[in-house]
């Protein structure tokens, strides 16, 4: 399909400018009509066909492999989030001790990928809440940020998805999510900026309120001893 330069223009502009079409990841509605291996037979043809296009020798013993594992790659691991099958189970529990202040799980380690450049995007997420009367396991919001990561993503809409995500099995509006991430797109390609990183937040009910978005960011900010 050829694309005319006007078109060509508007979709380096939305790329660079890392600009989100929709807060819900764009999925056509066939998106899970073929299975993982027919993905994967598929995706592999045209890495295959890219990496010829390039100049590539897949008859190298170090490049045989790479469309089938880059395929695989796509489809099992670092785009696995797309699969609603995969999607973590987030049981919840009775607040029977009656926590009533703000649970705060920081440093969450984030691996996802640029949707405009298909490149990482690595860093942490801070998530807190204020229990509704239930409460959720601690591991469980590190695989809900884990789960929504596996996609192509743009960085606002991630922050979106995980409160809107544990707002949902909580109860509650009082949840919050404030990622810190470099983004490769960045860092590796275009201005090159090694240094930079980017932060964006996402609060809800009672962490809109000055006073409770600031203890939480003191909490994110408090010094962890082991």
């Known amino acids: 399909?050829?694309?005319?330069?006007?078109?060509?223009?508007?979709?380096?502009?939305?790329?660079?400018?890392?600009?989100?079409?929709?807060?819900?990841?764009?999925?056509r509605a066939d998106a899970f009509v073929l299975t993982d291996d027919e993905k994967i037979e598929r995706i592999r043809e045209n890495i295959r066909e890219v990496m010829l296009t390039l100049g590539l020798d897949l008859d190298d013993d170090s490049l045989q492999g790479t469309p089938n594992r880059v395929a695989k790659m796509f489809v099992k691991e670092i785009f696995g989030g797309l699969d609603p099958k995969r999607k973590p189970k987030s049981s919840t529990?009775?607040?029977?001790?009656?926590?009533?202040?703000?649970?705060?799980?920081?440093?969450?380690?984030?691996?996802?990928?640029?949707?405009?450049?298909?490149?990482?995007?690595?860093?942490?997420?801070?998530?807190?809440?204020?229990?509704?009367?239930?409460?959720?396991?601690?591991?469980?919001?590190?695989?809900?940020?884990?789960?929504?990561?596996?996609?192509?993503?743009?960085?606002?809409?991630?922050?979106?998805?995980i409160?809107?995500?544990?707002?949902?099995?909580?109860?509650?509006?009082?949840?919050?999510?404030?990622?810190?991430?470099?983004?490769?797109?960045?860092?590796?390609?275009?201005?090159?900026?090694?240094?930079?990183?980017?932060v964006t937040a996402e609060y809800g009910g009672k962490f809109k309120e000055e006073s409770t978005r600031r203890e939480f960011l003191d909490y994110i900010n408090l010094e962890t001893n082991y």
């Open 1 to 27: 399909m050829k694309i005319d330069n006007t078109l060509k223009e508007q979709f380096e502009e939305i790329g660079d400018d890392h600009v989100s079409s929709s807060e819900d990841t764009p999925l």
């Open 163 to 198: 409160v809107k995500e544990l707002q949902k099995v909580l109860n509650t509006e009082d949840v919050a999510c404030v990622i810190d991430a470099k983004h490769l797109c960045v860092n590796s390609r275009g201005i090159r900026d090694i240094d930079s990183s980017t």
């Open 93 to 161: 529990f009775d607040n029977k001790y009656k926590y009533g202040e703000m649970l705060v799980e920081k440093n969450i380690t984030l691996y996802s990928t640029c949707e405009h450049h298909l490149l990482p995007i690595v860093g942490k997420a801070h998530i807190a809440y204020i229990s509704n009367g239930t409460v959720v396991g601690l591991s469980k919001m590190n695989r809900v940020v884990d789960y929504f990561a596996k996609r192509p993503q743009v960085q606002e809409r991630l922050n979106i998805q």
